[in-house]
């Protein structure tokens, strides 16, 4: 896993940048501290920050292969979990390789088939090639979207990156923000559209995007969208296939050549993934494997039962540590920590966004990182098989919104009036273009045709904000982590997957429990969901309320030409009175307050201006 940049630009000599790219590599230094490498002449550079998990003697980057009188350059950053059968095919092919890293696989797989490789790829990833003679340049993103992609076109070039940061520091567009901008920050933040990278200018390829640039033009395609299947499988077959899909993608997980270790938060989702992982390290006598979970300070004293959160996590983590004998590691986080670690996660996403939901990931990897680069994790299952309360309320269900931030009126209460007027309008054109853009079949019945929506907003919006959350935080920190519930079969099969049997048994992410229930303890395997944890020591809200002040008593800055002081410190006084989220099922009060201090950080760290 790794960083990656470039530059093309037909105007000027990249040769004479030398000291931009120099910045433009030590921006994403953190996603790849290991190595640094660079393909630079005279109208392309390319970028490559390593961090070794696949094949450390061999697999650096770029990478170069001469290949039917083509010279192919290759900047990659992800794993493919089918790079042993990519390899077996390119050999029958006539391939010859000198090492077993993934990105030879892929270069070689790119040299031999162009753009269509894409279609044999399953892994997480984003990579650029560039063919010297012909002076073209493709660049691919993952089909869900796990690793990102960002670029700026401008004139005479393109400049791209993992990561904004990066195209900033190529001094080719400053950083400004657009009145469409500025409705994703406010009114859909802390998720953002697929494609819009917030600043002006600034792109993102889309999950299952590709692109080729050429004679300074830029031309996109789509190589995958989930689409609509008849699900002919029985019960028996449905719940037998998600086992093999989610155990299969689990096992490919497990492959690389340093230490391993898991998340565990004693919920539904990475409990499979570890008794999956205990079992499979104890068939090949790898031993007891290593796991990692999060507590808060006082935690236990403070924890306030919820709809959204309705038991605490300790006594599931430890009836799992001793069902896989584990060797088991708590971290337990500071609120003052969690609180100062607001501004590194927004110099992580270079966005404001989910605050202390960001903060307490990034410092949690930052203390697994200490003894481990790379981990498996269990995001995306409630999206996937309908794990979230919006998914079971029926009322809730059928209403036109995002129901993970279905009331507005917070949003707009904390702008000066008059400010960003088509706030709602511009949320409603966002969720309407999801819901025309899902597949459907003649045969769905109303409830399933719903759902298929309801699974794309997800997709589209609440799961690409989680994962753009975990590849930043730990990224920040060097440290890889896979999802295996993003294996594309899997989200396919779940997408198809009629909703009597995806709820079986009437529960929320009902079929995996079924699936997996002869091999959880019960107690785990029939828990009701619970979210991520957050810290409920009142400290917390004081100390970003103290914040929240200063901010509001500072004059000249762009946040203030756009908030409503008094609507802010009616938060800051009546907390309780925020009757439902900001965003998901966590962002009440405190929350808030932590996203008004991101937005003003932002604003003047990155010396961001409004252009509308």
């Known amino acids: 896993m790794c960083g990656i940049a470039g530059w093309l630009d037909n105007s000027i000599d990249l040769r004479d940048k030398s000291e931009t790219l120099h910045n433009m590599s030590e921006a994403i230094k953190s996603r790849g501290p290991d190595e640094k490498g660079e393909y630079v002449t005279t109208n392309c550079a390319l970028l490559h920050r390593r961090l070794s998990i696949i094949d450390p003697q061999n697999g650096k980057q770029p990478m170069s292969l001469n290949f039917k009188n083509e010279t192919y ?36 797989l790119y040299a031999h088939f162009g753009k269509n490789c894409v279609h044999k790829l399953n892994g997480i990833y984003s990579f650029c090639v560039y063919e010297v003679k012909s002076r073209t340049l493709f660049m691919c ?36 923000i657009s009145e469409t901008g500025l409705y994703e920050l406010f009114f859909l933040g802390p998720a953002r559209s697929c494609g819009n990278g917030i600043f002006k200018g600034v792109k993102e390829l889309k999950p299952g995007e590709m692109a080729t640039y050429k004679n300074s033009k830029l031309i996109k395609e789509t190589y995958y969208r989930i689409k609509a299947n008849e699900h002919t499988d029985s019960e028996s077959e449905t719940i037998e296939k998600t086992k093999f899909l989610l155990t299969d993608a689990i096992n490919r997980q497990l492959v690389t050549d340093v230490p391993m270790c898991f998340f565990l938060s004693g919920g539904l989702d990475s409990s499979i993934i570890c008794k999956t992982a205990s079992q499979k390290y104890k068939e090949s006598g790898k031993g007891n494997i290593n796991t990692f979970s999060v507590e808060y300070e006082n935690n236990r004293e403070f924890f306030t039962k919820t709809d959204f959160q309705p038991n605490a996590d300790f006594d599931y983590i430890k009836l799992m540590v001793d069902d896989t004998s584990s060797n088991h590691t708590e971290i337990i986080l500071s609120c003052e920590g969690v609180f100062e670690a607001l501004y590194d996660s927004v110099r992580a996403r270079d966005l404001p966004g989910y605050v202390d939901i960001d903060s307490s990931l990034l410092l949690f990897c930052k203390e697994v990182r200490k003894d481990y680069k790379v981990a498996l994790s269990g995001e995306c299952a409630d999206e996937l098989f309908g794990g979230y309360p919006w998914y079971h309320n ?16 917070i949003r707009r209460s904390i702008l000066k009036s008059g400010i960003l007027k088509h706030g709602e309008e511009y949320v409603m054109s966002r969720y309407f273009d999801t819901v025309r853009r899902t597949d459907k079949l003649p045969t769905d019945c109303a409830v399933d045709k719903r759902m298929r929506e309801m699974f794309m907003l997800n997709f589209s919006y609440f799961m690409q904000c989680l994962l753009e959350r975990k590849d930043r935080c730990s990224m920040y920190n060097g440290l890889e982590v896979r999802v295996p519930f993003c294996d594309y079969r899997l989200v396919e099969y779940a997408y198809n997957m ?5 709820a079986y048994g009437k529960r929320e992410k009902g ?11 019960y107690d785990i395997c029939y828990r009701k969901k619970s979210p991520y944890p957050k810290t409920h020591n009142p400290k917390y809200m004081n100390m970003c309320a103290d914040k929240v002040e200063e901010i509001l008593n500072k004059k000249g800055t762009v946040l203030s030409e756009l908030i409503n002081k008094d609507a802010i410190r009616n938060i800051i006084q009546n907390p309780e009175a925020i009757s439902s989220p900001w965003y998901g099922q966590l962002m009440r009060a405190p929350q808030i307050l932590a996203y008004i201090i991101q937005l003003d950080f932002w604003f003047e760290k990155y010396g961001v201006v409004i252009e509308c």
């Open 73 to 108: 350059i290759i900047v990659y950053n992800g794993e493919l979990y089918n790079s042993d059968e990519l390899r077996s095919e390119l050999i029958n092919a006539g391939h010859e390789f000198s090492s077993h890293s993934d990105t030879e696989v892929l270069l070689h």
């Open 141 to 176: 993103r993952d089909r869900i979207g796990v690793k990102p992609l960002f670029y700026y076109q401008y004139t005479n070039g393109l400049v791209f990156s993992s990561e904004i940061k990066a195209i900033l520091e190529s001094k080719t567009l400053k950083p400004a």
């Open 394 to 409: 029926k009322t809730l269900l059928f209403e036109e919104c995002f129901p993970w931030s279905k009331s507005l009126s």
């Open 498 to 502: 009629p909703w009597e049997l995806k």
């Open 511 to 521: 079929i995996i429990r079924k699936a997996f229930e002869n091999i959880l303890p």
